[in-house]
């Protein structure tokens, strides 16, 4: 593991799957893609720090723990369901549509993209924790 | 005040019974007795508003799906058992805060189980629907049971505790299984609006499956005859608990159902036959057996199990005379009763001796508790100007004018009936009156006033309601037998004895009482006793329960074979077999004409490696190769969806496969395990076939399933919608987050959790380790 | 075509029931992954196999072209596919976890070594790390 190319094409490789994983989840309402492949996408990313650098240094570039990620998901995904409630529009989960022009960028949101992003995360967490939690107690044992 | 609100303060009193007990430390028992006296008080003034043959109905909705509400009816009958339940609560209250002076802790736990039993109490007899009758009948069982296992160190108690639970709630599934029948059949639960429509009900051809549930009910609730057992075994409560339980209220619920139901049905044979003939041989058995028990309590226990057979055997006596003797008998066995558990758990407490041979000449000793147990007794061998006399003489002309049926059973049961009340009764008075065989009794502590008192009390209203008896007969007892009969009963009661014949035989009644109890010291010594009481025992109840144990041994060695293989074996066994029936309507012909099929080449060949790969996992000598298997089966899965128009599918397939190979392979690395040796193909012929026919089976289920006519609503449903209603291109994300959104956060919540128990699983190991 | 799908289907399930009655507690965890991709398969060619073009409606079309696939299953295996990586995961931690405190991957052996006591509890476990 201690090879300086495998080391520097992990990095390379992990930045390229990230921004991808984030590429399809963006576009995955209209092409192939979405949360549940974005998520194993970036999961798969992590995965290869984990691999070339070990846990530790994974989770430090995740940032949130992935068990917090998950509960994030999960809120996203319950939230993306909540505004229809408020007015009279629909049950929960009945998705909204705000079309719209900022500058010259033509924009077209819906609550959707928060759903899939809730289930990005989930997906994100759940793999990690247990890829984690793994390659922690792998450490440990070695020693 | 509203019939519902009796039962609201008995309940809130029990819940706050506990921290009361607490804070009032000696003063809790008489604190506590406020609440039920104030109950009987209230429950006096109902009677104006209540003349004879009215009854006050209260009705909320509860379940009006199912008819099911909560109601409530004050009548005469239920009036006099609220009266009862109340007023003898108000002195199990104060006995019990004597009782328990020792230990503050049992104490409020008692009160707190006594006030919560008042309220199933008086649920119970003020229900109207049937419903709500059996959950608080039900409440009772359950009290009862904290109650027989209150000293649940010991483990007879606990055994008598968890008896008495299998048999009264054993009989209240049959009794809940009458009800729901009777529901069904009157379309209604009201006891009232049943018992109007009686004669319809009894033409329907579930009339006497009803019949047989209810008495079932009715006999284990009352200790009758195959259910006796239980009631003296149950001695193992408290004394407070077994006065007012096991003797004055509680074991009358059956009696009192048994009468409710006599209302409406009472002039039908398949009715009241089993009454007359379990309640004889009930009265018979326990005659017996009260002879032959040496216990102090295990006397009285015996003579209330006749005493609630007299009153079963009553209800069934068709006519006035039944129901004048049955009310009249109940009110003078729950005064007398009580009164005795009251004194003989004052003996037992400060003599610690249970045993009745060994008792004796404790009239100066415990004085107060002596004349209280006198006046009782007298009461219940029925001498003239007690309220047992009335009572005696009541059930003396119900039984001279028992019909032509059940005459015969009636005399006999009667005079072996009057033979032991007054054996009873008697024998009652050897702690007090007769020398000591063995010498001088021990007395660990003076006489209790708190356990003294109440039945003082009871013992002078039994002689009072004797000497003068109208207002008690004619504001209480008359309106209630009236409101069991259906119409008025005309009774004049004179509290002198009316000499003749009847009064003759209970002359006889009390000589030959007095006989017994002059032979007892020699019945007891018989060598034969032990014997003897082990006959009536609870002999059957052992040998059902014992079979029961038996048989769930057998079953579970039968199904429960601890063997992973076997259970697969079984299980996919019956699916193929299942699988293949539902097929054979499929011909042989959809297999050449799929055969016919245009193949796809690069399909045929990623086939082909999936057929490899499956077969590699299988095989593989090493568990290493076997998990490469699986990879190979998992990517050119991932290779099938996507030559068949599904790109996400296939990713995910993909990601999914990779990830799963790195957390097997660590998990098999971190088991640094020796290759396991498989056994070889042709030494597990039980597997090979098992996964060869299921394999099959679903194989021709998906040839099957390919020729069956496709419906494809849904898909172009989600085709047409997923642009124009959900404004993406994307119909497979679409449908994943917009159409079956729900679907979706259920399942990445599953994910969620499922990843969590890995986690939370794994945390172990490293904080064990570390 | 139909027939090379039935046979794989049948392969797999096979192939999975087969390791599900194996002894090595890993290879049961195998068999239920197999199990599980076979009836992914067996879902997704319950939508029919036929037009091979992603379900994806073309920029300027509104509704989903004749020769786009069927979505449905697809949207099904999807979900079922991560959920199955779940469960797997659960089931091999389980494994690895009963492994590592019975000290066997026989599960055979393992119903016996349960029969002799519970390994959580304290003196148990001293026996089980004497055995390692």
New interface residues.
């Given amino acids: 593991m201690q090879s300086v190319i495998l080391n520097a094409l992990a990095r390379l490789f992990f930045v390229a799957m990230l921004i991808f994983s984030v590429f399809i989840l963006l576009r995955g309402h209209d092409s192939p893609g979405g949360g549940f492949i974005g998520g194993l996408a970036a999961a798969a990313a992590y995965t290869v720090i984990t691999l070339a650098f070990g846990a530790a240094k994974a989770e430090r570039w995740l940032i949130l723990h992935p068990v917090v990620l998950m509960g994030v998901g999960l809120f996203c995904a319950i939230l993306s369901g909540l505004p229809p409630l408020i007015g009279d529009f629909g049950g929960f989960l009945y998705h909204l549509w705000w079309e719209g022009q900022i500058g010259f960028l033509q924009l077209k949101l819906g609550t959707t993209l928060l759903f899939d992003l809730g289930v990005y995360f989930v997906v994100v967490g759940g793999v990690l924790s247990i890829l984690f939690r793994m390659y922690e107690t792998g450490a440990e044992e070695a020693n | 005040m509203s019939p519902v609100w009796f039962v609201i303060i008995a309940g809130v009193s029990a819940l706050i019974a506990a921290p009361v007990t607490r804070a009032a430390g000696r003063f809790a028992g008489p604190l506590l007795a406020l609440v039920p006296a104030f109950l009987f008080v209230s429950l006096l003034m109902q009677l104006p508003d209540l003349p004879v043959g009215t009854a006050i109905l209260q009705s909320i909705e509860w379940v009006p799906a199912y008819g099911v509400s909560l109601g409530f009816r004050l009548d005469g009958f239920s009036l006099l058992f609220s009266l009862l339940i109340t007023g003898i609560g108000t002195l199990v209250v104060i006995y019990a805060g004597s009782y328990f002076s020792d230990d503050a802790k049992d104490r409020g736990r008692f009160l707190g189980f006594i006030l919560l039993f008042m309220t199933a109490m008086l649920g119970t007899v003020l229900a109207d629907d049937l419903i709500m009758l059996f959950i608080f009948w039900e409440m009772t069982s359950l009290v009862s049971f904290f109650l027989i296992g209150f000293k649940h160190e010991d483990a007879k108690a606990r055994k008598a505790a968890l008896q008495s639970l299998v048999v009264t709630a054993g009989g209240g599934l049959a009794l809940l299984g009458g009800i729901i029948i009777l529901g069904l059949t009157a379309g209604t639960f009201s006891l009232t609006e049943i018992t109007a429509q009686a004669p319809q009900i009894a033409t329907s051809p579930a009339f006497p499956a009803i019949i047989v549930l209810v008495l079932i009910g009715c006999f284990t609730k009352s200790a009758q005859f195959p259910f006796h057992f239980w009631l003296p075994n149950a001695m193992a409560a408290p004394t407070p608990a077994s006065a007012y339980l096991h003797s004055a209220t509680m074991v009358k619920l059956g009696v009192y159902l048994l009468a409710r139901f006599d209302t409406g049905f009472g002039e039908y044979l398949i009715f009241y036959a089993p009454l007359m003939i379990f309640g004889g041989i009930t009265m018979l058995i326990s005659a017996y057996a009260v002879m032959r028990s040496t216990g102090f309590k295990a006397v009285l226990a015996w003579s209330t199990v006749c005493s609630l057979a007299t009153l079963v055997l009553l209800v069934g006596v068709p006519g006035e005379a039944g129901v004048k003797a049955m009310i009249g008998f109940l009110v003078a066995h729950a005064l007398y009763k009580a009164a005795l558990f009251f004194a003989a758990g004052q003996v037992i407490h400060s003599t610690h001796q249970y045993e009745l041979a060994r008792l004796g000449g404790l009239r100066f000793k415990l004085p107060i508790t002596a004349i209280a147990s006198l006046l009782a007794a007298i009461s219940m061998a029925g001498v003239p100007f007690f309220l047992g006399y009335k009572a005696k003489d009541l059930f003396l002309t119900a039984a001279f004018d028992g019909g032509s049926w059940g005459m015969w059973l009636t005399v006999v049961a009667l005079a072996s009936s009057a033979v032991m009340t007054a054996v009873a009764g008697l024998a009652a008075l050897k702690p007090f009156f007769l020398k000591p065989p063995y010498g001088e009794v021990k007395l660990y502590h003076n006489e209790y006033y708190g356990m003294a008192l109440p039945p003082l009390a009871l013992g002078l209203l039994g002689l009072a309601i004797g000497v003068m008896p109208a207002p008690a007969w004619n504001s209480v007892l008359i309106p209630a037998m009236s409101a069991l009969y259906g119409s008025t009963i005309a009774l004049e009661v004179h509290a002198a004895p009316s000499l003749g014949l009847k009064f003759l035989i209970t002359l006889a009644l009390l000589a030959s009482g007095a006989a017994l109890v002059w032979f007892w010291n020699r019945l007891y010594r018989d060598p034969d006793n032990v014997k003897a009481n082990v006959v009536f025992a609870d002999l059957g109840y052992g040998a059902v329960m014992g079979w029961l144990d038996r048989a769930g041994q057998v079953t579970a060695r039968l199904l429960q074979m601890?063997?992973?293989?076997t259970y697969?074996?079984v299980t996919?066994g019956v699916s193929t077999l299942a699988l293949l029936l539902a097929l054979t309507g499929f011909s042989a012909d959809m297999?050449s004409a799929?055969?016919a099929?245009?193949?796809?080449p690069y399909?045929?060949v990623v086939?082909v490696l999936?057929?490899i790969g499956?077969?590699v996992?299988?095989f593989a000598r090493s568990?290493l190769i076997?998990?490469l298997?699986?990879g190979i089966?998992?990517y050119t899965?991932a290779v099938?969806?996507l030559?068949?128009?599904?790109?996400?599918?296939a990713?995910?397939?993909f990601?999914?496969e990779?990830?799963?190979i790195?957390?097997?392979l660590?998990?098999?690395?971190?088991?640094s395990?020796k290759p396991?040796p498989?056994?070889s193909l042709l030494k597990?012929p039980?597997?090979?076939a098992?996964?060869?026919g299921?394999?099959?089976a679903?194989?021709?289920g998906?040839?099957a399933?390919?020729v069956l006519p496709?419906d494809?609503r849904?898909?172009d449903f989600?085709?047409?919608a997923?642009?124009?209603e959900?404004?993406?291109?994307?119909?497979?994300?679409?449908?994943?987050?917009?159409f079956?959104?729900?679907?979706?956060?259920g399942?990445?919540?599953?994910?969620?959790f499922?990843?969590?128990?890995?986690?939370a699983?794994?945390?172990r190991?490293?904080k064990k380790?570390? | 075509m139909t027939l090379l799908y039935a046979l794989s289907v049948a392969a797999i399930m096979a192939a999975g029931v087969y390791l599900m009655m194996d002894r090595n507690i890993i290879r049961i965890v195998l068999g239920t992954a197999l199990i599980a991709t076979g009836v992914n398969l067996v879902i997704f060619l319950a939508g029919r196999l036929g037009p091979t073009a992603p379900a994806i409606i073309e920029t300027g079309a509104y509704t989903l072209g004749e020769d786009a696939a069927n979505p449905l299953p697809q949207a099904l295996v999807l979900t079922a596919i991560v959920i199955g990586f779940a469960l797997l995961a659960l089931a091999a931690i389980v494994a690895y976890e009963a492994t590592r405190a019975l000290g066997t991957v026989n599960a055979d052996e393992m119903i016996a070594a349960r029969e002799e006591g519970n390994p959580f509890e304290p003196a148990s476990r001293e026996g089980s790390s004497a055995r390692k």
């Fill in positions: 601890l063997s992973l293989r697969i074996a996919l297999i799929a055969a099929e245009p193949v796809r399909m045929a086939l999936t057929l499956a077969a996992a299988a568990v076997s998990i298997g699986v089966v998992g899965m099938v969806f030559l068949n128009g599904a790109p996400d599918v990713f995910t397939q990601t999914v990779t990830l799963s790195v957390i097997l660590a998990v098999l690395l971190r088991l395990l396991a498989q056994q597990r039980l597997a090979l098992v996964s060869a299921f394999g099959i679903v194989g021709l998906v040839l399933m390919s496709f494809r849904l898909s989600f085709g047409e997923s642009y124009l959900a404004q993406g291109h994307n119909v497979v994300n679409v449908i994943l987050v917009d079956r959104a729900l679907d979706t956060l399942e990445i919540a599953v994910v969620a499922a990843t969590l128990c890995v986690w699983l794994l945390r190991r490293v380790e570390g």
